[in-house]
T-cell receptor, first 118, second 111 residues
Framework: DVKVTQSSRYLVKRTGEKVFLECVQD?????MFWYRQDPGLGLRLIYF???????EKGDIPEGYSVSREKKERFSLILESASTNQTSMYLCASSPFSSFRDRDTYEQYFGPGTRLTVT | SQELEQSPQSLIVQEGKNLTINCTSSKTLYGLYWYKQKYGEGLIFLMMLQKGGEEKSHEKITAKLDEKKQQSSLHITASQPSHAGIYLC???????????FGTGTKLQVIP
């Protein structure tokens, strides 16, 4: 079974703190993703990575950065947490597929981290 | 950019009743995913549809993609409390497995 784990289920941080959210997958997937989920807005893509040290901005990258030093690990960093970053954060992974190939694979999700910034 | 609209936003049904959730896209769908999320948890993959007119079933859940590939429906037969959760559709938005998600449909099943 594919397993995607996230470092914390619940996290409470103060405004201005630097926050690290870790995600690890054990299926040797090339692609990894970070989303945030908010009521009424659904899942929105923050950043994704298709290879080690590669990263691409998603739809809402402002206020976030990412790091992918190893294939299995993808970290989301909030440089200076703000209250509007209180949200559910979900990590996912999938095998690589090029746009030209048009192969599609489902994404495998972690359990999520509920972050509260006070 | 691709937008997905789900309807209804929420649904409360009596156990044993059938129900349908719809997902409509502003653009042609090349890959359409259905996921289920239990409250406060991650998403669980249900089904993926790619071809116009395609239909897939898993246990009591059936998903269809229309011929024009702009609308999908998820149908649950004889609903059970275990079906409760949030159902999300997602569409392949081009390259690197990027997926755009709908806002979700919250389903409650009353015993």
């Amino acid at each position: 079974d594919v397993k995607v784990t996230q470092s914390s289920r619940y996290l409470v941080k103060r405004t201005g703190e630097k926050v690290f959210l870790e995600c690890v997958q054990d299926m040797d997937h090339e692609n990894m993703f970070w989303y945030r989920q908010d009521p009424g807005l659904g899942l929105r893509l923050i950043y994704f990575s298709y290879d080690v040290k590669m990263k691409e901005k998603g739809d809402i990258p402002e206020g976030y950065s990412v790091s992918r030093e190893k294939k299995e690990r993808f970290s989301l960093i909030l440089e200076s947490a703000s209250t509007n970053q209180t949200s559910m954060y979900l990590c996912a992974s999938s095998p690589f597929s090029s746009f030209r190939d048009r192969d599609t694979y489902e994404q495998y999700f972690g359990p999520g981290t509920r972050l509260t910034v006070t | 950019s691709q937008e997905l609209e789900q309807s209804p936003q929420s649904l409360i049904v009596q156990e044993g009743k059938n129900l349908t959730i719809n997902c409509t896209s502003s653009k042609t769908l090349y890959g359409l995913y259905w996921y289920k999320q239990k409250y406060g948890e991650g998403l669980i993959f249900l089904m993926m549809l790619q071809k116009g007119g395609e239909e897939k079933s898993h246990e009591k859940i059936t998903a269809k993609l229309d011929e024009k590939k702009q609308q999908s429906s998820l149908h649950i037969t004889a609903s059970q409390p275990s079906h409760a959760g949030i159902y999300l559709c997602g569409a392949d938005s081009g390259g690197y497995q990027k997926v755009t998600f709908g806002t979700g449909t919250k389903l409650q099943v009353i015993p």
